[in-house]
């Protein structure tokens, strides 16, 4: 610190501020941390006394206070219930203080609180000489009242002091930066103010950055989140409990230190502490959860004091060159219109979102890997990854899926970008006019961190995005990503919906399918086959009046076709009164809405015997007449359609599937590719219900792909289904 410029404005001697100035040598444990506090506050006492008594020789016993505030000298005022104070009663309160012991936390914060009383009065004594420098020093409380409520309710995340200084000038301005484009109040106080001037950083309260001035003017930070306790929080003088809950949330601050620290430092940071503040710093200490941590890299210093602070960074529009918002949810892109697809089984396409170590994810990166939308021909298909990683303290990988289903949500809502199912059946089409808007892969990242930082900023606080469209890249990721997909439904095994007492709700389709409401079993999980029992769980944990609410299932209406009191009244709330039943393992009888996301039709025969199944990825025609989208065409939409119904693919095999019709062996006929997919579970299913040869029953577009057709051969394979009541009278 500059010792000269101190001195002259504090008129302090050398051998004091030597003192308080003394910094750690090495690595500094918490014991370590709190004797420097300790030593430190007692030297910032007695320089204290040493300013009150020199000030009574020159100015006799004046009253001591601030520019412009209600509150007196403010932390005594609200830690110690103190609204007036004189010389006298200054220094007859600086006697009154208890020295700090240096041995346990609550000795640390006792230095903290000798500190900052100390500071305060150090301060307000060369008030008595005239302001500070132009634009520096206490902060009045009219800047509280222009800031406002913003301040509190958290327009304004939170509050950034900047101590010490870094030896790169270019990182403090990109910190700074960092401050403001996050919306939030910065202070400097000692050597990096300096370095902010000498680097032409604009500071004032218009940009949200005010200097506090030099040595013991850190003070000021905590004087001015004190005082927004008395204004909005209503909290009155001396009541330290009240100050102290409020403290707790808010204003939110942050500690950022560097460079060396001394023993000021230390007692300032038990000063923050006391203010609920989380401390960030460059040094190597022993870091305390929740107060302090160390962490060398000075760009990541701000994150990490958001992070561990609980701060919710509040965002900017997202910069892009087509619209963006729930209106363009529905919008399709049709082919004609459309520049580049990927997915749709036309080419090799899927989406993950998983989590990764905070020190591999960089908020806000994107990396586009291979060609860009713009190096390809209009009208081609393209392999396409997106893979998202995400960090937060507390985000478990049971979250994974859960926000991995908004990718959906999130590009649909761009207007010319298209995105249909999930996971490795993912489809996503750009329209010639969002290319020539200038949409490119980089804005699809963009979407993604900014959209997952909206929805889910509370958890997770890291965002880094890749989009891959070369072709290796993307099958090596690709394959990496199956692996992941199958320990996410491996999870799902041995739980049934009988030992379960709650099933979830999931109404995420409702911004466009307004009655539909997936109930979500453990045997039975989302129709678009990206949300689990154990994700919906999951996400309720995460957002308790989110879409995924628990459904308490209540006494059994219907066991075999699977109706509950609990069910219904869920199903009838949440349809606005559109469903009145709900039976989730019947086909036939009230079967479960469909809202356009499904990944598999079942679809009654024209004979009334069967059912045939067909995927999204089958593009041809099929035994009931129909293709997949004519038949996904006539049951979206939120509706009940009995004898048809939008299934996800891994509900095929599950003990419960239509299970009110006889389950799996009522399935005459499914696409060759699908069957395949499920030959191992179909054959294990057979055999347990006494049909072996049930896989080799089912027809497939090689052997026929219509009614009669199917007819003759379930005939000659004497299909189980031949032997069960018809589906309708
Ligand atoms: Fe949720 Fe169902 Fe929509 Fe999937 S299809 S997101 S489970 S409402
Ligand atoms: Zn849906």
Redesign the pocket.
Known sequence: MNKDLIMKRYGTDVTSLDRVLRTAEGRTDTAALIAMASGGSKDIVSMAKDAVSKAKQKHGNVKLSFPETAYGLPLLYGWKGISDIDIDGAASFLDSLKDAGDATLDDGLLAGENTMYAAEIIEAVRYLDGAPEEGEGFVPDRVLRELGLSFVDETIPGAVLFLGRTDDDRELKKMARDCQSKGMVSCASGDCLEQIKENGIAVGWDRMFYPLGTFTATVHALNFAARAAYSFGSVSEGDRDRLKAYLSKRPKIVVIHMGPLSRLDAAFAFSALLHSAVIVTDQDVTEISGALRSCKDHEDMIQVGIEERGITVKLEPIDLPVAYGPAFEGETVRKPDTYIESGGTRSESFELLTLADENDVEDGKITVVGNDIDKFKKGETIPLGIVVHIYGKDVQSDLEPVIE?NIHHFLNYAEGVWHAGQRDSNWIRISNNAVESGIRLEHLGKILVHKIKEEFGKVVTRIQVTVITEPEEVSRQHEKAKKIYEARDERMKGLTDDSVDVFYT????QSFAPD???I?APER????G??NWLDAKASNGLSPNG?NAPVDKGRYINEKKGEWEGTNAVVRAQSHGNVERMCMYSLMDSPMTS?G??EVVVAMTSDMQAVALVDRDHTGMTPVGMKFSTLAGSIGGGRQTPGFMGIARKYIVSRKFIAAEGGIARVAWMPKRLKEMFADDIRRIGNEAGIPDLYDKIADETVTEDADGLIAWMTEKQHPALNMPPLME
């Not at 999931?506 to 389709?509: G, I, L, Q």
């Open positions: 289903r999931c109404t995420m389709c539909h409401v997936c979500v999980l989302g129709l678009c990206a949300i879409p809202c996301c499904f």
